[in-house]
C-alpha cells in the first residue's frame, strides 16, 4: 500500500504563487509516473502536470510556462510549483502515483487539497 498527502493548498490573489507538496509513504524511486490532477465542481478529475521515473514531463495546455512539477527521491517527495494562478486554477489538487506492482500498474491518489484563487 501507497498513502500520498497533499499539502500547501490555500486561497491566493490571481497572480501569486503556490508550491503543493505531496508526501508519500514509501520509497518513490521505483514508481513509473507521480503526478497532478485538479477537479472542480461540475467537471471530471484532470490532469495537471506528471512525471516520469525517466525524467519526462507532460503538462496540461493550460498550465504550461506557469507550473512546474518536481519529484526528490531522496525524500520521497513531489512538488507543484504554481505561479501566475488564475481564478480558473481554482480546483482540488490531488497527488497520483503510478506504481508498478507484479506486472500491473496501480494507482494511488492523495485526499486532496484545495487551491483557491481569488480576489
Known amino acids: 500500500q501507497v498513502q500520498l498527502v497533499e499539502s500547501g493548498g490555500g486561497l491566493v490573489q490571481p497572480g501569486g504563487s503556490l508550491r503543493l507538496s505531496c508526501t508519500v509513504s514509501?520509497?518513490?524511486?521505483?514508481?513509473?509516473?507521480m503526478g497532478w490532477y485538479r477537479q472542480d465542481p461540475g467537471n471530471q478529475r484532470a490532469l495537471v502536470a506528471a512525471l516520469s521515473r525517466g525524467g519526462g514531463t507532460n503538462y496540461a495546455d493550460s498550465v504550461k510556462g506557469r507550473f512546474t512539477v518536481s519529484r526528490d527521491n531522496a525524500k520521497n517527495m513531489v512538488y507543484l510549483e504554481m505561479n501566475s494562478l488564475k481564478p480558473e486554477d481554482t480546483a482540488v489538487y490531488y497527488c497520483?502515483?503510478?506504481?508498478?506492482?507484479?506486472?500491473?500498474?496501480?494507482?494511488?491518489w492523495g485526499a486532496g487539497t484545495q487551491v483557491t484563487v481569488s480576489s
Open positions: 514509501r520509497s518513490i524511486d521505483s514508481f513509473y509516473v
Open positions: 497520483n502515483a503510478q506504481v508498478p506492482d507484479m506486472g500491473t500498474m496501480r494507482s494511488y
